[in-house]
């Protein structure tokens, strides 16, 4: 890859993979191909991956780790998600419509991992293998899963907080977070919370902005107004980090409040470059859709694999974005190389 390409190069991949997607006749799969009823491929295992949305980057590098899984490993894999993630009742439909559809396997990326448990308990029922992206069952309801792939919420809300402790002297910190009650923004915001508060930090409020920027505008707005002196603004999310530094740039108070999000999108990524943002944890998503796929052959090849695989997270701040960028941009783009086949 030559040198200076940076983001620019990304979202060109970004949109080579979208504008290939919305090409077919169907639902893509993992190759870039379609039949015209959304099915799979001809010759090729009728695998679904549902995931939560599609309407943000991390998303969007979830589905290209997804694709280049399908095409590595040689998986016809159809790609669908709800119009958002509070859309639960939406992604039940798409799990049943797999279940009736006779698919050989899921991936999964559950919006509400309670509500989602009947459908699971007809997955098992059918013989059809689950695996779990981004977010877990509580443990109680794990035998309706083959395994889970992602990160641990928790202790990347602790490298968060660690990253906090490490850079600042001991003040105020606010969290703008994703839907109340939903676990894994319990977690990262846990995960902070719990390291900075035993260090002398004080995380003065913790409010909800639905993952989404426009309302995080609010939020970060209602919260410099309530609390003038607060420092950082930890969101759980990159599109609310997003939204909170518009708000903070629209108050004038760039200098004065520390921005960390949550994901590691090429927004972000950009943001960070241009000096805006201050940081952003980056879950490695496109690992976490490949793995998925590459978990699902090995079950339906008749293997085993462990109930729960890690993937890897890290901090992205002005030191190291631009390596990380160019990682992204590498897998982005073979992604788009993928669909476009």
Same mark, same amino acid.
């Given at each position: 890859?030559?040198?200076?390409?940076? &983001?620019?190069?990304?979202?060109?991949?970004?949109?080579?993979?979208?504008?290939?997607?919305?090409?077919?006749?169907?639902?893509?799969?993992? =190759?870039?191909?379609?039949?015209?009823?959304?099915?799979?491929?001809?010759?090729?295992?009728?695998?679904?991956?549902?995931?939560?949305?599609?309407?943000?980057?991390?998303?969007?590098?979830?589905?290209?780790?997804?694709?280049?899984?399908?095409?590595?490993?040689?998986?016809?894999?159809?790609?669908?998600?709800?119009?958002?993630?509070?859309?639960?009742?939406?992604?039940?439909?798409?799990?049943?419509?797999?279940?009736?559809? #006779?698919?050989? #396997? &899921?991936?999964?990326?559950?919006?509400?991992?309670?509500?989602?448990?009947?459908?699971?308990?007809?997955?098992?029922?059918?013989?059809?293998?689950?695996?779990?992206?981004?977010?877990?069952?509580?443990?109680?309801?794990?035998?309706?899963?083959?395994?889970?792939? #992602?990160?641990?919420?928790?202790? +990347?809300?602790?490298? %968060?907080?660690?990253?906090?402790?490490?850079? *600042?002297?001991?003040?105020?910190?606010?969290?703008?977070?994703?839907?109340?009650?939903?676990?894994?923004?319990?977690?990262?915001?846990?995960?902070?919370?719990?390291?900075?508060?035993? =260090?002398?930090?004080?995380?003065?409020?913790?409010?909800? +902005?639905?993952?989404?920027?426009?309302?995080?505008?609010?939020?970060?707005?209602?919260?410099?107004?309530?609390?003038?002196?607060?420092?950082?603004?930890?969101?759980?999310?990159?599109?609310?980090?997003?939204?909170?530094?518009?708000? %903070?740039? #629209?108050?004038? =108070?760039?200098?004065?409040?520390?921005?960390?999000?949550?994901?590691?999108?090429?927004?972000?990524? =950009?943001?960070?470059?241009?000096?805006?943002?201050?940081?952003?944890?980056?879950?490695?998503?496109?690992?976490?859709? *490949?793995?998925? %796929?590459?978990?699902?052959?090995?079950?339906?090849?008749?293997?085993?694999?462990?109930?729960?695989?890690?993937?890897?997270?890290?901090?992205?701040?002005?030191?190291?974005?631009?390596?990380?960028?160019?990682?992204?941009?590498?897998?982005?783009?073979?992604?788009?190389?993928?669909?476009?086949?």
């Amino acid at each position: 890859m030559k040198k200076g390409k940076g &983001l620019l190069s990304m979202l060109t991949a970004s949109a080579l993979l979208m504008g290939a997607l919305a090409g077919c006749g169907g639902a893509p799969d993992a =190759k870039g191909e379609a039949s015209a009823d959304g099915g799979p491929a001809e010759g090729g295992k009728n695998v679904s991956a549902i995931l939560m949305s599609l309407n943000s980057d991390y998303w969007h590098m979830i589905e290209s780790g997804v694709i280049n899984g399908g095409s590595d490993f040689g998986m016809d894999v159809t790609i669908t998600a709800p119009t958002n993630e509070a859309d639960v009742t939406g992604q039940i439909a798409m799990i049943e419509d797999q279940i009736t559809a #006779g698919a050989n #396997g &899921l991936v999964l990326a559950p919006c509400d991992t309670k509500a989602v448990l009947p459908a699971l308990e007809k997955c098992k029922e059918s013989g059809i293998p689950v695996v779990l992206i981004d977010m877990d069952l509580d443990e109680e309801n794990r035998d309706l899963r083959a395994t889970f792939i #992602g990160s641990s919420e928790y202790a +990347a809300g602790e490298m %968060v907080g660690q990253y906090i402790v490490d850079n *600042f002297e001991p003040c105020k910190i606010a969290v703008i977070r994703g839907l109340a009650g939903l676990p894994s923004h319990d977690a990262r915001a846990g995960g902070m919370r719990d390291t900075v508060t035993a =260090k002398g930090f004080e995380v003065v409020t913790e409010q909800p +902005a639905d993952s989404e920027r426009g309302k995080a505008v609010n939020v970060a707005e209602n919260i410099m107004e309530s609390t003038p002196d607060v420092k950082i603004i930890y969101c759980t999310n990159d599109e609310m980090a997003l939204g909170a530094y518009q708000a %903070v740039e #629209g108050q004038q =108070k760039t200098d004065d409040i520390f921005i960390i999000g949550f994901d590691g999108s090429p927004d972000a990524l =950009k943001s960070i470059k241009d000096g805006k943002l201050g940081a952003s944890l980056a879950q490695k998503p496109i690992e976490m859709g *490949f793995k998925g %796929v590459e978990a699902l052959q090995t079950l339906l090849d008749g293997g085993t694999v462990d109930s729960t695989i890690y993937t890897s997270t890290q901090i992205v701040d002005a030191a190291n974005v631009e390596t990380f960028e160019a990682d992204l941009n590498a897998q982005m783009e073979k992604a788009a190389a993928a669909a476009k086949k």
